[in-house]
């Protein structure tokens, strides 16, 4: 006899929309007649092995509402990236409290933890569905056109860009604002949509998908300067030289690493501080100024896009739907149909799971510090509607009469 139990967690770096998806399982699961109990899952994938659940059967629909509107992951998130062991531990507490349907949000390793689960319960004959719902910031999920979460944070990254722009318009010098991405310059990219006039920053757009040179880089930012008189740099967290070696790494005396061994990028100002050093020590350039966005693109609560709320909900319907309706387990993906609609489908497990996208070569210009024109059609439609704009003066000089 089925026991209609649900478990949903949220896992990996938080986003403005991760809510919507959450809130889209709980409202749809409810129109199921089968189902008895939807259960949260406090921080991710540690709160399953801690057993720490919430009911959310017993929320208010109002109350579900207003927290699908708030940024960030309302049950909590976790780093923890779950090998054979844990998901064995994992399925051990999944079987216990007889939960029949999982569904996880995430980005690549939450895919990859559904993945395992599911082949637990598939090899002890349990009758498990387990789901990836999409999320990610850096929009690296292969098989999707675009993730739930990257749309909001490419907002962000286009309205600060453009704000910075506008900043160093009128205090003319060097400005360096250092993007999330480690190997995907997705959001990085995005910077480029803040552009109204050909000569507005980003003039420099660097990208983990392309080698950086330091000497180049100096010889871009020189030649920018003596073109504009000013120059607005975007990038990315994880620009690396030909052999794949981070720069934060080889600029710094030393590097902070995380709980998985990889060098620190998010959350430290270091690369900015030290690409800042290197103009003004090599070039001589007095005013530069550089800025880390670090977490404030995630969750970012006056800057979300209203096409991303739309989709991070519907993408966690479909889990729910592909779930009952279905007879395999998988990753919820979006598929652009049309200039701009969308349609979803669910893909195997393996074809997400461990994987990631990067940004196509149509998107990147020649030089490699720019976008194309591909680029930009891509990602408008995504950021939604009431885009803010900025103007400039027509200015007729008035003729000197001191100093002729």
Same mark, same amino acid.
């Given at each position: 006899?089925? =026991?209609?139990?649900?478990? !949903? $967690? /949220?896992?990996?770096?938080?986003?403005?929309?991760? %809510?919507? @998806? &959450?809130? #889209? *399982?709980?409202?749809?699961?409810?129109?199921?007649?089968?189902?008895?109990?939807?259960?949260?899952?406090?921080?991710?994938?540690?709160?399953?092995?801690?057993?720490?659940?919430?009911?959310?059967?017993?929320?208010?629909?109002?109350?579900?509402?207003?927290?699908?509107?708030?940024?960030?992951?309302?049950?909590?998130?976790?780093?923890?990236?779950?090998?054979?062991?844990?998901?064995?531990?994992?399925?051990?507490?999944?079987?216990?409290?007889?939960?029949?349907?999982?569904?996880?949000?995430?980005?690549?390793?939450?895919?990859?933890?559904?993945?395992?689960?599911?082949?637990?319960?598939?090899?002890?004959?349990?009758?498990?569905?387990?789901?990836?719902?999409?999320?990610?910031?850096?929009?690296?999920?292969?098989?999707?056109?675009?993730?739930?979460?990257?749309? =909001?944070?490419?907002?962000? !990254? $286009? /309205?600060?860009?453009?704000?910075?722009?506008?900043? %160093?318009? @009128? &205090?003319? #010098? *060097?400005?360096?604002?250092?993007?999330?991405?480690?190997?995907?310059?997705?959001?990085?990219?995005?910077?480029?949509?803040?552009?109204?006039?050909?000569?507005?920053?980003?003039?420099?757009?660097?990208?983990?998908?392309?080698?950086?040179?330091?000497?180049?880089?100096?010889?871009?930012?020189?030649?920018?300067?003596?073109?504009?008189?000013?120059?607005?740099?975007?990038?990315?967290?994880?620009?690396?030289?030909?052999?794949?070696?981070?720069?934060?790494?080889?600029?710094?005396?030393?590097?902070?690493?995380?709980?998985?061994?990889?060098?620190?990028?998010?959350?430290?100002?270091?690369?900015?501080?030290?690409?800042?050093?290197?103009?003004?020590?090599?070039?001589?350039?007095?005013?530069?100024?550089?800025?880390?966005?670090?977490?404030?693109?995630?969750?970012?609560?006056?800057?979300?896009?209203?096409?991303?709320?739309?989709?991070?909900?519907?993408?966690?319907?479909?889990?729910?739907?592909?779930?009952?309706?279905?007879?395999?387990?998988?990753?919820?993906?979006?598929?652009?149909?049309?200039?701009?609609?969308?349609?979803?489908?669910?893909?195997?497990?393996?074809?997400?799971?461990?994987?990631?996208?990067?940004?196509?070569?149509?998107?990147?210009?020649?030089?490699?510090?720019?976008?194309?024109?591909?680029?930009?059609?891509?990602?408008?439609?995504?950021?939604?509607?009431?885009?803010?704009?900025?103007?400039?003066?027509?200015?007729?000089?008035?003729?000197?009469?001191?100093?002729?």
């Amino acid at each position: 006899m089925s =026991s209609g139990k649900i478990l !949903v $967690a /949220q896992g990996g770096g938080p986003t403005a929309v991760i %809510n919507q @998806s &959450l809130v #889209g *399982v709980v409202l749809e699961a409810r129109r199921f007649r089968n189902v008895t109990r939807i259960y949260g899952a406090m921080h991710g994938v540690r709160g399953i092995v801690n057993e720490d659940f919430v009911d959310l059967t017993q929320e208010t629909s109002h109350n579900l509402e207003l927290v699908a509107a708030t940024p960030s992951s309302a049950l909590g998130s976790t780093r923890d990236k779950p090998d054979l062991k844990y998901c064995e531990e994992i399925f051990k507490v999944l079987k216990a409290h007889e939960i029949e349907h999982f569904f996880y949000i995430g980005g690549n390793d939450s895919s990859d933890t559904v993945r395992i689960v599911a082949e637990q319960a598939q090899a002890a004959g349990y009758p498990l569905r387990a789901i990836h719902i999409p999320k990610t910031i850096d929009n690296d999920l292969v098989g999707n056109d675009h993730t739930p979460g990257f749309p =909001s944070a490419a907002r962000f !990254v $286009a /309205q600060a860009f453009a704000g910075a722009n506008l900043d %160093n318009a @009128s &205090l003319p #010098g *060097v400005y360096v604002g250092v993007v999330m991405g480690r190997h995907a310059g997705f959001l990085t990219a995005a910077s480029a949509l803040g552009k109204k006039f050909p000569d507005d920053g980003p003039h420099l757009i660097y990208l983990p998908e392309r080698v950086f040179s330091i000497e180049q880089f100096l010889a871009d930012v020189k030649d920018t300067y003596a073109r504009y008189g000013r120059c607005v740099v975007a990038v990315s967290e994880g620009i690396h030289d030909a052999s794949g070696e981070p720069i934060a790494t080889l600029l710094a005396k030393e590097v902070e690493r995380d709980a998985h061994g990889n060098v620190q990028l998010s959350g430290t100002g270091a690369l900015a501080d030290l690409l800042c050093d290197e103009i003004k020590d090599k070039l001589g350039i007095k005013r530069v100024r550089g800025d880390t966005f670090g977490y404030l693109q995630r969750s970012f609560i006056g800057c979300v896009s209203d096409v991303d709320q739309r989709e991070a909900r519907e993408v966690g319907e479909k889990a729910v739907q592909f779930a009952m309706w279905g007879e395999r387990n998988g990753s919820v993906a979006i598929k652009r149909t049309g200039f701009y609609s969308v349609d979803y489908e669910l893909l195997p497990l393996d074809a997400v799971a461990g994987k990631t996208r990067t940004m196509e070569d149509e998107f990147i210009d020649e030089k490699g510090t720019g976008v194309t024109d591909a680029f930009r059609m891509y990602l408008r439609p995504l950021l939604g509607s009431g885009m803010p704009d900025a103007y400039r003066l027509r200015p007729a000089p008035v003729p000197k009469i001191l100093k002729r």
